[in-house]
């Protein structure tokens, strides 16, 4: 049954006409000022007065770039009104004249990315005094953004280019922010409890996301995508953006890079990063583990200035990454002390096999990047833009980037290359109307591949992820998502509305390959088991290995900002986006499901939002937003549907000893070169439910902000988010009673297992409190729905989630300091996100993995002005959270019921975060205009110990198998309390130990 959103086929007609209306946009128009979507500028607006407070109309007000020269000039309404719909980021002086009056000019006025800048110009009569001058109106102020409804921060060049960054990967910024937190260990994003694939991250106003894995650009795996020196500002929006903002259910990320102006810059500079200056974390010192090598040198340049003065200009950049960190591979899951003596010597093969894959490797994290852009006026009419990034990355030993891992991918180098290119035309049709149109590509291609191609089958001790693999090769996979973008947008002033409508169309083009363990996997419970071959599964892939395909998506989408009065302004719009699936060529008679992947077209979302300033001073704000929000769907979930449906790429998962079948269809070592024929082996299959639609997010936000004299803004908001329809078990981790993944529409529940020719019992746990439960115990279930396959793993909509948040902020701007405060008191819910029983989902419903009730965060700078200490700069960086939730478990593979009984779902903590960065620098003038500055920075100040999130000893009890009288297992178990619960396993990469970093500086 499909989700209903409260939509019709009437209003749908209704909303025709509006949409269509965004068709208007699609052609670029002449123009004369530089104009570009809201995703890539910022507005300026305000009422003209007289000293009375009596309006002023035909004022003359005129917008001055500071870096470029470019000037645009408006004229004030009958009411007095003015607004430029679309400046770009930087510093203006704005001059606002009428005859008769008293000329005003205000300095270094700020325009930030995607909000509104407010003037107040207050004119006296003319004397002889012709002009008042008011400095540095924003630049060193805090002020409130009294037109948008949205709850937004800006992050700008002054923020970037001082606080503590441990990568220089711009985007780790996002974290300082409320209401965002991390997805797990590796560098994703979670925004108001929505999973990091849900995000949109715009650069310029262009897509940069990998349509692949629903990722920014070149994932968590690189260091960057774009260099830190080349970034203006960036919005983080984490709830309540426009109709013209779409494909996101989370948070968007809207970045603006640098453009260059008439005064020539440039910059050189040198990071360095070493491990003799850090700390060793908690793990290796309780483990007696001397602290990992790390040395990490980042370097580059940047240039910047005119090629033809108010005209033409341009950046350059290059940056790149050489460091080395070897990987040690943690061979204790394999218990090799408690192996009976003489164990090696009777297997000389499994000895040779574990030192090869034990001990340190060597490993690199390579990377160089370069940027160029290039900005010119083509007439007083129209403006040109054009933007390139490229990057690559190369990582030997990288496919897992912690210092330690388990030995899975040992054998395969990881790699990353990507490019950036654009060009948009900006407009003016006249002093009301600007249109921006531009054309975008983006390529991003990851790839984990062996040197050369395995010989023998991988042999894994427990699991991949937290246990002991041999073989290092289980999987090898490229993938290339290359994105084709047109994008136009029409903002067009009519009295007191302000109207933009636009279209969006995208198309991705996938290439991707990938092979499940090309000679076998074997997992087994212990090293035991793999000298007897008594292993528990047997993966592996066959058939064609590449997936190519393409997917069309469009967006439509018209809005409004209808300005009521001078205090309540009023944002409605909506938005239609269409994700077009591609059609399976090849299907599987004996499965229909294989034959058609199926998407939603109604995907309407309408929006509504208002901002109502109070008093004259419009110092204080009341902000509040609702709509819906559609997420596109990730396209390696297409590429498994298109390749896994048992006949062009089978994937089989065989039962062996270890799991109770004595009689596997492949006995251990050896690997199969086809599937096989026969009944002890059956495919796997993915497929999509065939209710299956676009996942979509409710959200909703209500907030006060107040500004406190010229520097400090306060505000408070609470935010609601509603996940509905998101796709069930999205992480894939959980196994289920057959040993398979996901959501399985061939697993018979256990009430009718015997009428499948199943095997079903129940079991008897006892635990040392004295209590009993009697369990369900699959076991090796073997009583599908459709005998001919074995799991078919669905795609689905059984997911959903709720949050609810308070969130605060504090800002504080002024010449000497900077400051942003944000704490988030939140709730977050889920359930589908993960199976332990597909058939009692509620009883999964509770604290969400991504759920961390308490955060705060704090960033700050002082650039003291005192004598003795003019040409410092001191900076810092805070990040103090909860923890995050997990399920007690029990540990004998066999036993699938899991769950410890009487232990709620999700209803134990892991350690929190606590982490302070700070850093000091120094700038020297060297002559004018040429000055050194030499930094130290200090990640993790105090040595705090943070750990990962999902490595946590989660087995609550040991279980031990009673036998009965004849020395024959019996459905009863004792379980013993694990003396590690609840105990950290690995330092989380993101923060790990102190670390020490010094860099160098010229600029000029």
């Known amino acids: 049954m499909r989700h209903n959103v409260g939509f019709s086929k009437t209003m749908m007609k209704g909303l025709l006409p509006l949409i269509c209306a965004a068709l208007i946009a699609v052609a670029p128009v002449p123009g004369d000022i530089y104009a570009q979507s809201s995703s890539s500028t910022g507005r300026l607006q305000g009422v003209v007065q007289d000293q009375d407070r009596a309006v002023i109309a035909q004022a003359e007000i005129r917008a001055l770039s500071e870096t470029s020269g470019a000037e645009e000039k408006q004229v004030s309404d009958a009411e007095g009104h003015f607004v430029f719909l679309a400046l770009e980021p930087g510093a203006y002086r704005v001059t606002v004249s009428k005859t008769g009056f008293e000329q005003m000019v205000f300095n270094h006025v700020a325009i930030n990315v995607g909000t509104t800048t407010t003037l107040q110009p207050m004119m006296g009569v003319a004397s002889q005094r012709q002009e008042v001058t008011v400095e540095a109106t924003s630049t060193t102020t805090a002020s409130v953004d009294t037109a948008t409804s949205s709850i937004s921060t800006v992050i700008g060049n002054r923020v970037i280019g001082i606080i503590p960054l441990n990568g220089r990967s711009f985007t780790d910024f996002v974290l300082l922010t409320p209401g965002s937190t991390t997805d797990g260990d590796f560098g994703m994003v979670s ?161 040779q096999a574990v030192a090869a894959a034990s001990g340190s490797f060597p490993r690199t994290f390579n990377q160089n990047a370069a940027f160029g ?9 129209n403006y040109l833009i054009a933007t390139y990034n490229y990057q690559r990355f190369r990582s030997p030993h990288g496919f897992f980037t912690t210092p330690t891992s388990t030995g899975d991918g040992l054998s395969l180098t990881d790699g990353a290359t990507s490019h950036f290119v654009q060009l948009s035309l900006g407009s003016f049709i006249n002093a009301s109307t600007v249109n921006e149109f531009a054309i975008h590509f983006g390529r991003d291609t990851h790839f984990d591949l062996p040197a050369t191609p395995p010989t023998s089958p991988t042999i894994t001790i427990q699991n991949p992820d937290t246990g002991f693999v041999l073989g290092g090769n289980r999987v090898q996979l490229s993938e290339t998502d290359s994105r084709y973008q047109a994008r136009d947008g029409l903002t067009k002033v009519i009295g007191k509305h302000e109207v933009k409508v636009g279209a969006d169309f995208n198309l991705n083009r996938e290439n991707n390959s990938f092979i499940y363990a090309p000679k076998g996997e074997y997992r087994f419970a212990d090293l035991e088991s793999v000298a007897s071959g008594a292993f528990e599964l047997y993966l592996q892939s066959f058939g064609q290995p590449t997936v190519k395909f393409h997917s069309p998506s469009y967006g439509l989408f018209a809005q409004d900002d209808y300005r009521v009065t001078d205090h309540l302004t009023v944002n409605y719009g909506v938005r239609w986006d269409l994700q077009v699936m591609p059609q399976p060529k090849t299907c599987n008679p ?75 269809i492949v006995t251990f070592p050896n690997s199969l070169t086809a599937f096989p024929s026969g009944v002890s082996g059956t495919p796997s299959v993915v497929v999509f439910s065939p209710d299956f639609r676009s996942p979509y997010v409710e959200q909703g936000n209500i907030g006060l902000e107040h500004q406190i004299g010229k520097h400090l803004v306060v505000g408070a908001t609470y935010v609601y988010s509603h996940g509905l329809a998101l796709l069930g078990n999205s992480n894939g981790v959980t196994r289920q009673a057959n040993g398979n993944f996901g959501f399985d529409l061939n697993l018979v529940p256990s009430q009718f297992q015997t009428a499948f020719d199943g095997s079903f019992t129940t079991a008897t746990v006892n635990l040392p409190n004295g209590q009993s439960f009697v369990v369900p115990d699959f076991e090796a279930i073997d009583g599908f729905f459709n005998p001919n396959f074995g799991a078919i793993n669905a795609i689905d909509n059984s997911g959903k989630s709720v949050y609810h948040a308070l969130q605060t902020s504090v800002r504080y701007v002024s010449p000497q300091f900077y400051g942003l405060i944000g704490y988030t008191l939140s709730k977050n819910t889920d359930q589908g996100t993960g199976y332990f029983n597909q058939f009692d989902q509620r009883s999964q419903r509770g604290p969400s993995l991504l759920n961390q009730t308490n955060r705060f965060v704090l960033s700050a700078a002082w650039l003291p002005q005192m004598r003795g200490l003019k040409g410092f700069t001191f900076a810092a960086a805070a990040n103090f959270a909860g923890g995050r939730p997990y399920t007690a478990v029990f540990d004998t593979p066999q036993v699938n019921f899991s769950i410890v009984p009487g232990l709620g779902f999700n209803s134990f903590r892991s350690a929190g975060v606590e982490t302070i960065d700070f850093s000091v620098a120094r700038t020297i003038k060297i002559k004018e205009g040429v000055s050194l500055t030499f930094a130290a920075q200090a990640f993790d100040l105090l040595n705090h110990a943070n750990f990962q999130q999902g490595a946590v000893d989660n087995v609550k009890y040991t279980l031990q198998q009673r036998t009965d009288n004849d020395g024959n297992d019996s459905a009863v178990w004792d379980a013993t309390v694990n003396p590690s619960f609840d105990q950290p396993l690995a330092a989380a990469p993101r923060y790990g130990s102190r670390n020490l970093q010094f860099s160098v500086r010229i600029s000029f």
């Open 590 to 664: 004996a499965l229909p499901l294989t034959c058609n992947i199926p998407y939603s077209r109604a995907n309407i979302a309408p929006r509504v939002g208002f901002a109502y300033a109070f008093g004259r001073s419009g110092k204080t704000v009341l902000r509040g937003s609702f709509g819906l929000y559609y997420v596109p769907e990730n396209l390696l979930d297409v590429a498994q549907a298109l390749a896994a449906n048992g006949i062009a790429k089978p994937f089989l998962v065989a039962t062996g000893p270890g799991f109770g079948n004595n009689n596997p």
């Open 373 to 381: 852009k290039v900005n010119a006026k083509l007439s007083e009419r």
């Open 191 to 351: 925004f108001n409890g929505m999973a990091g694939n849900y995000n949109n991250y715009t650069v310029d106003g262009a897509n940069d996301n990998n349509a692949f894995y629903s990722q920014q650009i070149g994932r968590t795996s690189i260091p960057f995508q774009f260099s830190e020196d080349v970034i203006h500002e960036f919005q983080v929006t984490s709830t309540g953006f426009k109709a013209e903002f779409g494909q996101a259910g989370g948070g968007l990320v809207n970045t603006v890079t640098k453009s260059g102006g008439n005064a020539f810059h440039g910059d050189g500079y040198y990071y360095v990063l070493d491990s003799s200056m850090n700390a060793n974390d908690s793990i290796n010192n309780s483990a007696g583990i001397n602290k990992p090598e790390n040395r990490r040198q980042q370097f580059g340049a940047t240039v910047t200035g005119p090629l033809r003065k108010d005209r033409l200009f341009y950046v350059a950049n290059y940056e790149g990454q050489v460091r080395r960190e070897p990987l040690v591979v943690n061979n204790a899951p394999a218990h090799l002390d408690q192996l009976p003596a003489g164990f090696f010597a009777a297997n000389p093969g499994l000895q």
